[in-house]
């Protein structure tokens, strides 16, 4: 006959002892092993996920289409950010102002 069953028994071994050095007060290395790091994309992501990028729109540097923000001049890119399409101001203003001098002079 065997005794009581007690909150330990399911535990392994190994999990009972971490427990047990955590309550020593043992320091306990929880840091990633340095072969574990992972230092950037595989050669499979590459090969398939390589040519899908944009440009950023002021300053050139090549960005994953996914990019929101250029890393390098903060500028937004993106379907609706870029350069603005239409007159510029300056031509506006300078039209206005043609305007009004040929009105003037059709007047007087």
Request: charged share 20%; aromatic share 6%.
């Amino acid at each position: 006959m065997s005794g009581p069953s007690g909150p330990l028994d399911d535990m392994p071994d190994s999990m009972i002892a971490k427990r047990a050095a955590a309550r020593r007060g043992d320091v306990v290395n929880r840091s990633p092993a340095t072969d574990a790091f992972d230092e950037g994309p595989s050669d499979d992501d590459l090969d398939r996920f390589g040519g899908v990028t944009q440009s950023c729109w002021r300053c050139g540097t090549e960005l994953y289409d996914d990019a929101t923000v250029c890393g390098n001049c903060l500028s937004s890119v993106g379907p609706s950010c870029g350069p603005r399409m239409g007159t510029p101001v300056w031509a506006i203003v300078v039209g206005v102002v043609l305007a009004i001098v040929v009105a003037a002079w059709a007047i007087f």
